[in-house]
């Protein structure tokens, strides 16, 4: 971080959308932990740190006559938590702009934290509103924004908050910078042969993300859902499984620039299948393009999951993004498995291997494979989004230029 925090009242914009129990107990506190080592910096330089963060969706959920549920979604619910891993004075404004949070803001000393009210809780957070952006602003003396996971959100304390900033009085937290590096470094003249491995549900979402990779890839692998809908684009059965019937086209014209392009596409050749999506289903495996009527493919099969992880092997640049079927149930689960474990075997030789979006993450989270690749990125919209070269605009905010 370019900037010296003597004395700073320092407005960071930190993730703290963690997991909540019925008792509001944090029952992950990872985004908390991500963010820790940018506070703790701030606060040894002699600085103060106000911090600012959603919390989940409280003006879609709320309470029966209109109000805002406050007691389920405020941030008082992480203050004890915070104050035991920062060790330092943690004073909560229940209001992120207005009186209270400027009395609370202007007093602050060097090394004390102040946590404000959920940002959600007012419509102009989403809607980016001058304004209220600008009360924001006027807590705090510099502006951090480390909250990767809302980069691609032009909301209030995301990006407009950093227009009443100097370019000098602005930067990147060290998560942030550590996302936008390792993302970067996969996709500025990275060591090939490059692989890309996508999955998950819909092409749809995907299908931008994979135009991008036709343009530097080697190899792309195709599992999840998705593979389906490339099935049967070329006239493949394939029963029950989950497809987009109208995406076909897109599907055809993406393997035939990939064909005219060189870039290798592997679709799975096999497949997990069942009788139903549930975890006790019949399991049979079967050729992808050969799905019985009444079966759907829920998982890559074995040969599949073998060729995937022997072209991982071989990368010397690998980036993931989705599984390779319904993980979450253990009959469904080998493919991603494999193909993390192969992720984490090209790291170990030497490869660069990203993971990104939410569910591919936690799947390395349950393998426990997540220290031996060689980043996992916190953001799961942002990432996807920042992979298909697209401009985040919580990182133009600061940069004043495009991200890549
Ligand atoms: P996405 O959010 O698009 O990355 O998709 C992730 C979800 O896709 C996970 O919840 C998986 O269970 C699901 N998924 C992966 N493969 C399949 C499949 N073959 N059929 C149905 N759902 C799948």
């Known amino acids: 971080m370019k900037i010296n925090f003597k004395d700073k ?73 915070l104050r035991k891993k920062l060790r330092t004075k943690i004073h909560f404004a229940d209001d992120c702009i207005g009186k ?26 989403e809607g980016g509103d001058e304004g209220f952006s600008k009360k924001l602003a006027a807590l705090g ?16 304390s995301t990006t407009v908050v950093a227009r009443f900033f100097d370019k000098n009085s602005k930067t990147f937290g060290f998560l942030m910078e550590r996302e936008i590096e390792n993302a970067t470094r996969a996709m500025k003249n990275p060591e090939k ?30 599992g999840g859902a998705m593979a389906y809908t490339f099935f049967l684009a070329k006239k493949g059965a394939v029963g029950n499984s989950l497809v987009e019937a ?47 009527d009444g079966w759907m493919g829920l998982d890559i099969g074995p040969a599949a999951a ?9 990368s010397k640049t690998v980036i993931w993004n989705g599984p390779m079927g319904v993980f979450e149930m253990p009959a469904f689960a080998n493919g991603t498995k494999v193909v993390a474990k192969a992720c984490a075997s090209a790291t170990k030789k030497g490869a660069f291997t990203m993971v990104g979006g939410g569910d591919s993450v936690a799947a390395v989270n349950q393998l426990k494979l997540a220290k031996k690749v060689s980043f996992v990125s916190t953001g799961g919209g942002a990432m996807l989004e920042f992979l298909e070269g697209k401009e985040l605009p919580g990182i133009k905010a600061i940069t004043g230029k495009h991200s890549q």
């Open 9 to 81: 009242k320092a407005l960071i914009r930190v993730d703290f959308n963690v997991p909540l129990d019925k008792e509001y107990n944090i029952t992950d506190d990872t985004r908390i932990r991500e963010a820790l080592p940018t506070i703790k910096h701030i606060l040894e330089q002699g600085g103060a740190a106000i911090l600012m963060s959603h919390l989940g969706r409280p003006l879609e959920k709320l309470n029966s006559d209109g109000s805002i549920n406050r007691q389920k979604f405020t941030l008082q619910h992480l203050v004890k938590h």
């Open 100 to 125: 209270v949070a400027v009395r609370k803001a202007a007093a602050l000393k060097p090394g004390e934290v102040l946590l404000l009210e959920n940002t959600r809780f007012y419509h102009e957070e």
């Open 141 to 156: 003396d510099v502006y951090v924004n480390d909250a990767f996971g809302t980069a691609h959100r032009a909301h209030a």
């Open 193 to 222: 042969p490059v692989t890309c491995v996508t999955g998950g549900s819909k092409v749809s979402d995907k299908i931008m993300l994979l135009e991008k990779f036709l343009g530097y890839a080697d190899n792309i692998l195709i």
């Open 246 to 292: 109208d995406k076909l086209k897109t599907a055809k014209e993406f393997l035939k620039k990939a064909k005219d392009t060189g870039v290798k596409v592997l679709l799975p050749r096999d497949s997990v299948c069942g009788d139903k999506f549930a975890a006790d289903a019949s399991v049979q495996v079967c050729a992808s393009n050969q799905i019985p």
């Open 306 to 314: 073998k060729s995937f992880a022997s072209v991982i092997r071989k």
